[in-house]
């Protein structure tokens, strides 16, 4: 302990030795963004690669809202759907009035309608947080989300509004008709509002704003109304709602009322919760996991939804602080040279833990393929939903794995123990 | 010379129940003033009156000689009161450094800025690094504030309620659940910290109360039935009646 404490006094105001590191990380994150596509150039990818990166700015942005500020939103589409709809309005006013402006300067007007619309409803919204503002805003989702099939004029009913993102003045000799070049849009873009939100959390703005997520009365007795806390938070949540939003529009020439449903606000809960809202990086992660099992599980499965149930239900019961939250666990364990001594006991569990899992697939596909009576092929190897012999397989699966991997869970539990045991007393854990 | 704080014929009332009535208390700039009472007596109910946690039914609060009953804690605030409270009351997920600077942002005036880097505002960092100096919580400054000692978070709750550099210091039993010598400890933090301010302490511990405090006032179901001196306050009948006499049994 002492050692520890004497080098921790020492250290120099942060970030100062962070500093190169800190810069990495983000350069990596760039060159990545840039190279990727040389990488995987097929369509699909591209597609893929874009749907990803709208993806990410929708989840960092409702992070602002639910980990940073607390407040947990069930309708963070609306502003995300109304970005996309003033993304499409201005794209279309541009081109009928011949405006000079290109195609890249677009999300800043989906940006703008995000922003505006919760500029007039968020000071209603944010005057309490908790349950009372999590059944208004689902109650303004709604509402929204009604208004878009009856107000035709402005949302085009259920056909939507279409654009055409090749109308618009080229910029730099880009036409942005190829997907490639729609990626390097959102790319850019990802970037830029990643760098903002993160800079944000840095700002006495972000600071007070976990204080008020911590302890809203406290906040009160040092100076600050968490009500304009809340607000300005909410303020800018909308605002990168809207950028996102303002990329789908582009990506896909169109906005409709999907945008702003439920849906869409269910989702974006689900990849910033299963990514973990208690780091920065955690919503991109769930953003990237999610986005891509939707895609890749639409092909596979009938019910690929009940899965995203399961996985969800599973982060919210064991892992609260989802996926960033599991691997920065491990930070104090590096630090402090014990992670050796627990990567015996995850390599034990990973057998049973697997079992478990195609056991439970093996169960919700038989039952989802029962009277279709297409086959089931799990790893290559088929099974018939019909035959009793998948049902016992599934079973056995099912029980035996969930017996075992609970004994393999406890010794994990153990080795855990163990090992930050080590790390508190070298100083590495509070 | 105004008073630091004027509490003139202040009521409250939940419904038919009145815990504080005709309640009279006046606190001198500079004065290290002790609220003492019986459990239940309404001390901590006095203290949320005051900093605008709860509003008088009736009466009013003065501030060096402005009326704040009836502005909210926050404003309060601004205009140089500070708090803290008998619960511990900290950012629990934030690092200790991040408790103490999130207190001192406001009165730095940065406010709700959100175009400045809160690591490079130089005064800022000094004057967070100086209080966590004082509180003597340097070594901890990286870590959670849940996972504080309780001695360690009592004074976090001290450092973060001076943070501001208010003028009125109000504590509400800085010192409950603390042992002996980390109740000497505290005193002498208070001591120092509010050297020059006015000081408002609601407080158990006799031995606390008596070494601190320039005046006492002593509160009985809601009403100051004594206020004075030391001296005078063990001396006077009423309040051996009421409270002095019965602790002595």
Same mark, same amino acid.
Not at chain 1, 15 to 37: E, H, M, N, S, T
């Given at each position: ?26 350069l ?6 840039? =190279?990727?596509? @040389? %990488?995987?150039?097929?369509? +699909?990818? $591209?597609?893929?690669? !874009?749907?990803i990166?709208?993806?990410i &700015? /929708? ?22 759907g ?10 279309n ?8 402006i ?22 209603v ?6 349950? =009372?503002?999590? @059944? %208004?805003?689902?109650?303004? +989702?709604? $509402?929204?989300?009604? !208004?878009?099939l009856?107000?035709?004029? &402005? /949302? ?21 008709g ?6 390097y ?43 304009? =806390?809340?607000?300005?938070?909410f303020?800018?949540? +909308? ?9 789908t529009?582009?990506? /896909? ?22 990514g ?45 602080g ?19 001594t ?6 034990v ?82 | ?46 203290f ?26 926050f ?10 409270f008998q619960?511990?009351?900290v950012f ?10 999130c ?16 690591d ?32 360690e ?17 109000m504590l ?15 005193v ?42 030391p ?15 019965e602790?002595?049994?």
């Amino acid at each position: 302990m002492n050692t520890a404490t004497t080098s921790t006094s020492k250290a120099p105001a942060k970030p100062g030795g962070d500093g190169l590191r800190f810069y990495g990380v983000w350069l990596i994150g760039i060159a990545a963004l840039i =190279v990727l596509p @040389m %990488i995987f150039s097929s369509g +699909g990818s $591209l597609t893929s690669f !874009s749907l990803i990166g709208i993806a990410i &700015v /929708f989840a960092l942005s409702y992070n602002i809202l639910l980990g940073q500020t607390g407040l947990l939103s069930f309708g963070h589409a609306v502003h995300y759907g109304l970005g996309g709809f003033a993304a499409c309005h201005m794209m279309n006013a541009v081109v009928s009035h011949g405006w000079p402006i290109p195609l890249p300067f677009i999300p800043l007007f989906g940006g703008l309608g995000g922003l505006v619309f919760a500029m007039i409803i968020g000071w209603v919204m944010t005057k309490r947080a908790g349950t =009372v503002f999590a @059944m %208004i805003s689902l109650g303004i +989702g709604e $509402l929204v989300a009604s !208004s878009s099939l009856i107000l035709r004029s &402005v /949302f085009g009913g259920e056909a939507g509004i279409t654009t055409d993102r090749t109308a618009l003045p080229k910029m730099l000799g880009w036409s942005f008709g190829p997907q490639l070049q729609v990626y390097y849009l959102i790319a850019f873009w990802l970037v830029l509002s990643a760098i903002a939100m993160y800079a944000l959390t840095r700002t006495p703005l972000g600071r007070i704003s976990n204080a008020v997520r911590d302890n809203p009365e406290r906040v009160q007795f040092i100076g600050y109304d968490p009500h304009v =806390v809340r607000y300005l938070a909410f303020c800018f949540a +909308g605002f990168f709602a809207g950028v996102a939003g303002g990329l789908t529009a582009i990506n /896909f020439e169109i906005a409709n009322s999907a945008l702003l449903g439920a849906i869409q606000s269910g989702l974006v809960l689900f990849s910033t919760f299963i990514g973990g809202t208690a780091f920065f990086f955690g919503p991109i992660l769930g953003a990237i996991l999610v986005t891509y099992l939707q895609l890749g599980l639409t092909n596979l499965t009938t019910a690929w939804q009940l899965y995203f149930g399961i996985i969800f239900i599973g982060i919210v019961m064991y892992a609260p602080g989802g996926i960033a939250g599991l691997l920065m666990m491990h930070r104090p364990l590096i630090r402090a040279g014990t992670l050796w001594t627990v990567i015996p006991s995850y390599l034990v569990a990973i057998v049973p833990t697997v079992a478990l899992a195609c056991g439970v697939i093996l169960t919700i596909e038989t039952v989802a393929r029962y009277s279709g009576g297409e086959a089931i092929n799990l790893f290559g190897i088929g099974f018939k939903p019909q035959s009793p012999v998948t049902w016992v397989v599934a079973a056995v699966l099912v029980v035996g794995g969930a017996f075992v991997a609970r004994l393999t869970w406890l010794r994990i539990a153990d080795a855990w123990d163990r090992a930050s045991t080590v790390a508190r007393d070298r100083g590495y854990l509070a | 010379m105004t008073a630091a704080i004027e509490v003139r014929a202040v009521e409250k009332r939940f419904g038919n129940v009145g815990i504080i009535r005709d309640l009279n208390l006046s606190v001198a700039q500079g004065e290290r003033h002790a609220i003492i009472g019986p459990n239940g007596a309404g001390k901590s109910t006095t203290f949320n009156l005051i900093s605008g946690h709860i509003k008088p039914t009736s009466g009013e609060v003065r501030l060096n000689g402005d009326v704040i009953s009836g502005l909210q804690p926050f404003e309060i605030n601004r205009r140089g009161l500070s708090r803290s409270f008998q619960v511990t009351n900290v950012f629990a997920r934030m690092s200790v450094w991040e408790n103490v600077r999130c207190a001192v942002l406001w009165a730095t005036g940065h406010r709700y800025a959100f175009w400045k880097n809160v690591d490079s505002l130089p005064e800022v960092r000094e004057r967070t690094a100086q209080i966590l100096d004082d509180i003597h919580l340097t070594h901890r400054r990286d870590v959670p504030a849940g996972l504080l000692t309780y001695a360690e978070q009592r004074e976090l709750e001290i450092g973060i309620t001076i943070a501001s550099g208010a003028t009125v210091v109000m504590l509400d039993e800085p010192t409950a659940g603390m042992s002996n010598a980390e109740t000497e400890r505290a005193v002498a933090l208070i001591r120092r910290l509010t050297e020059g301010k006015t000081l408002v302490i609601v407080e158990h511990d006799m031995s606390v109360v008596f070494g601190l405090a320039d005046r006492i006032s002593v509160l009985v179901y809601g009403h100051i039935i004594a206020s004075g001196t030391p001296e005078e306050i063990r001396g006077d009948p009423k309040v051996k009646e009421a409270y002095l006499g019965e602790e002595a049994h």
